[in-house]
């Protein structure tokens, strides 16, 4: 089956029902996303598929009809993007491993809604969890890039 | 074998036992420094100045030898090397380095000392001494007890500081110049003509330096680094999915195990039926593993799948089946029997509690799971009589010592390569799940393993905080405290934990009162009685530890005292504490929360104390209680670690905790059916999402205290803040954990 990741396009042998996670990581070496717990309830593997975000633990690759963008695809360390850079000024991370899936989710509200209110916020971040407890830091890190991706100074 | 090896087999002591053990083998005969395991693996150009320190001809390389779990370590320490050893922030390469006992943690044994943090006499002093001394003789190169940063503070300062002194010399020799006319700039030694010579350039000539004894550190008020908000060197990677966990490894070959081990834990195998997995798509092989199965496939997904099709027999748990049964046991161990420690007995309390008027309470805290976000996972690979391991681990020399002892080959052929990890909380102080990749690697050798646990099967196999219960008996007389019995019943986390370590305990376990006995609170009659409930489910070290629980019931009850006596609960606190210390921290709780002021119709405002670790924490929570139920608008967080090395860390950290503390107590709890533990993953057990965690101030108070850890403090007071602010809002005194069992909440 063929599959667009990052803007790539990959021919890849796997059964319908096998999580499209497990084929970012396993078959295309693709490891941003994170299995935290496969029953979409932390949020850790969260990539965005045609736009939307989506948990890639929870979603068969046979289901997949549009392209696939993960936190590689969203930004690098020589080029991040807004809200990698919001994470990193606001040094959101402690273990790191919740973060592809945190940084996922804060994109797609931002891309949808450059103006979100707090209760927004709640919302699309409400699937992510981290042990750690970074939320602080993170709904500060989300207010700020939405401040730069307005164009108004942070 | 290693140090550990044989020395933990000659059944040394530790744990509680420090001073028996020191007196045994005498401090003095251990101040020789251990072997700088740098030097082994050195190539042409290259120089060892210290065991933290490696330079080549690409740069220098700081040796961080704790495991960053995400608390920072490897920045922090980092920053004290490259302090004195004058370097580019970002220039700065970290590396965990090999296990060695050069790297032994002369802290981490302080909080199982039966002397409380708040003791300078001579006698604690010495102990604490004697603490070290066993640590550098056993070589224990640990991660825990908020020790890593108290550890390193002045040795990594101090090697950094070495190491530069060499480098000038070398830089000296070279040019002629006398080293008081050199300096140093940015990792380059400066001569007064401006020539500028790199460290790199340097290191075949340093190497052949003897490095100082005696170097003098730079004053603070010279930091560059250290005092300042610092940016993590993990922060670009962690933000943009190109940090490399366990369970990211890739190598050619690879292939992916899994494993399904008896979820009733120390119940064994007694056969299973893989027909079904076998013939699964992707499935290499089955392979026994002690008290289970592994599973070998081409991808991780096909070994999850294929593990589930393996009918297993499990043998029955060891312990009672059930919770309440579990809870009977802890019920029926308040005896003289049982009882372990009696560290704190001041004034008369039987005679205290003769009168009426005596108030009773009892209290009940669950298991709790360390559940770190990334399960357990490691790359194995046994090929031509060597052994490499890449996984995170917080005790790398015996996770050799143990890859060792299953493989049959020597430690000097086990290679550890140890990584990061997403999270820990204490999980990685085990290394259960490096002896089941080493035995699937034993029978599958010649390949790199990735062996990954499911969810389900990290949660049913943790080794979790021990349950608890405490009773208590306490009296108020004219508007005061005038006394308190605390009774504490809970397994020893110290001789379970320990006793995986193949190492003996004696004397009282300080885990099952740490937090409670060591309070620094004057009450006329005051009492904390340690009791010793028998080995259930075996339990481990879990973030603060024994103070996970006792912050909850020391704290809670003596809310219920102080409300009794009709007085205000952050001055009655003040007017107990005889710890200055402490007490400023609670009066900077009390200015930052604008206690006493009006909270606001159905809200409430609730405090705690909870001296751990050595670091004082107060904490001031504030809820509202709404009709879908409490939520959790604010906290308050004061804390005195001394010296505060990096401000923006300090404060993630207290975050964190703070958010880790209340989460747990909000919903979380892990509970046995059939000896199983029936939490299986994030649906039930979620501690706080987003949408519900509140906004928290943090103040660090730097009373000139030795400087100490912040990773665990400020768990223990959370829970109980977060009580008696509900019992402020609503009237409602909730004495067990987690408290969604007795209200909602938002």
């Known amino acids: 089956m063929r599959l667009i990741v990052n803007g790539k396009t990959h021919e890849v042998d796997v059964e319908d029902e096998m999580p499209l996670l497990w084929v970012l990581r396993d078959v295309l070496g693709v490891t941003g996303p994170k299995y935290g717990c496969g029953i979409a309830m932390c949020g850790a593997c969260t990539v965005h598929v045609g736009g939307e975000p989506v948990r890639s633990c929870s979603l068969p690759v046979g289901d997949v009809k549009a392209d696939v963008i993960t936190i590689e695809g969203l930004g690098t360390p020589a080029a991040l993007h807004a809200v990698q850079k919001a994470w990193v000024a606001h040094q959101a991370a402690q273990c790191g491993y919740c973060q592809s899936g945190q940084i996922m989710s804060a994109a797609a509200l931002l891309s949808a809604n450059d103006n979100p209110s707090d209760d927004d916020i709640d919302q699309a971040m409400s699937g992510n969890l981290c042990r750690c407890g970074t939320y602080p830091r993170i709904r500060a890190a989300i207010r700020a890039a939405a401040r730069e991706l307005k164009g108004r100074p942070t | ?746």
């Open chain 2, 1 to 746: 074998m290693s140090r550990v090896g044989t020395i933990a087999r000659r059944t040394f002591l530790i744990g509680t036992a420090v001073i028996a053990g020191g007196v045994a083998f005498g401090v003095y005969a251990y101040k020789r420094e251990p072997i700088n395991p740098l030097l082994k693996d050195l190539g042409d150009g290259q120089a060892a100045l210290t065991p933290y320190v490696r330079i080549d001809q690409s740069g220098v390389t700081i040796i961080t030898p704790r495991a960053d779990l995400g608390q920072g370590v490897a920045s922090i320490l980092a920053a004290l090397v490259a302090e004195e050893l004058d370097i580019a922030w970002n220039d700065i390469r970290v590396d965990f380095g090999s296990p060695s006992a050069a790297y032994y943690n002369g802290i981490a044994a302080a909080e199982g000392l039966p002397v409380p943090a708040t003791d300078s006499s001579f006698k604690a002093r010495t102990t604490r001494v004697v603490g070290d001394a066993v640590s550098k003789f056993l070589g224990l190169q640990i991660t825990g007890g908020s020790s890593s940063v108290p550890d390193a503070y002045e040795k990594m300062r101090i090697a950094g500081a070495a190491a530069r002194e060499v480098l000038l010399q070398a830089a000296a020799r070279r040019t002629g110049i006398p080293k008081h006319q050199l300096k140093t700039r940015d990792g380059n030694v400066i001569t007064p003509r401006g020539e500028v010579l790199s460290y790199a350039s340097l290191a075949a000539e340093a190497a052949k330096i003897e490095p100082p004894q005696k170097v003098r550190l730079k004053p603070a008020a010279d930091w560059r680094y250290l005092g300042k908000p610092m940016q993590r060197i993990d922060i670009v990677a962690k933000s943009t999915g190109t940090a490399t966990f366990g369970i990211d490894i890739r190598m050619p070959g690879m292939v992916y195990a899994t494993v399904r081990a008896n979820p009733a834990i120390g119940g064994g195998i007694k056969g299973y039926d893989a027909s079904a997995a076998a013939k699964a798509r992707g499935v290499i092989a089955v392979v026994p593993i002690t008290g289970g199965v592994g599973v070998i496939a081409d991808n991780t997904w096909r070994a999850f799948k294929a593990a589930e099709l393996i009918k297993c027999d499990w043998g029955a748990a060891p312990y009672p089946p059930s919770s309440a049964a579990m809870f009977e046991v802890v019920a029926s161990s308040f005896t003289g029997e049982r009882q372990d420690s009696r560290l704190k007995d001041e004034g008369d309390v039987e005679a205290a509690l003769q009168d009426a008027g005596v108030i009773e309470a009892e209290y009940k805290v669950p298991y709790l799971a360390h559940a770190p976000l990334e399960p357990m996972n490691a790359v194995v690979q046994l090929k031509d009589g060597r052994l490499d391991i890449w996984t995170a681990t917080q005790i790398p020399l015996f996770v050799v010592a143990t890859a060792a002892e299953v493989s049959g080959l020597a430690p000097d052929n086990v290679h550890l390569h140890s990584l990061m990890s997403g999270g820990s909380f204490g999980r990685r102080l085990e290394d259960d799940y490096v002896r089941q990749a080493v035995e699937i690697a034993k029978a599958y050798p010649g390949h790199p393993i990735k062996m990954t646990w499911t969810r389900e099967e990290d949660m049913t196999h943790d080794f979790p905080r021990p349950l608890g219960m405490a009773r208590m008996r306490g009296a108020v007389r004219d508007g005061k405290v005038e006394a308190y019995d605390l009774k504490v019943a809970c397994p020893s986390v110290t001789a379970s934990q320990i006793g995986r370590l193949h190492m003996p305990t004696f004397g009282p376990d300080i885990a099952i009162v740490a937090g409670a006995w060591d309070q620094p609170f004057r009450i006329p009659h005051y009492r904390v009685t340690g009791y010793r409930v028998p080995e259930l489910v075996p339990v481990s070290s879990w973030r603060s530890v024994g103070a996970s629980a006792n912050g909850f019931l020391h704290n809670g009850f003596l809310d219920e005292l102080i409300h009794e006596a009709g007085v205000d609960p952050l001055k009655e606190l003040i007017r107990l504490c005889w710890h200055e210390p402490s007490r400023k921290v609670l009066e900077a709780v009390g200015e930052m929360s604008k206690w006493g002021s009006d909270v606001g119709k159905d809200r409430g405002r609730g405090i705690a104390f909870t001296l751990s670790f050595g670091v004082p924490v107060a904490e001031v929570v504030e809820v509202s209680n709404t009709p879908q139920g409490i939520r959790i608008d604010k906290v308050f967080v004061a804390a005195d670690v001394g010296r505060v090395l990096d401000p923006t860390n300090f404060e993630n950290q207290v975050q964190g905790a703070v958010i880790w503390g209340l989460g747990h107590a909000v919903n979380c709890e892990l509970t046995f059916k059939d000896g199983v533990a029936e939490q299986t993953n994030f649906h039930a057990y979620e501690g706080l999402r987003l949408n519900q965690a509140p906004t928290i101030e943090v103040r660090a108070i730097d009373n000139g205290s030795p400087i100490r850890g912040i990773g665990e403090p400020p768990v223990p007071p959370a829970a109980p803040a977060l009580a008696n602010a509900i019992f402020a809002a609503t009237g409602k005194r909730i004495r067990e954990l987690p408290l969604n069992k007795h209200i909602d909440f938002v």
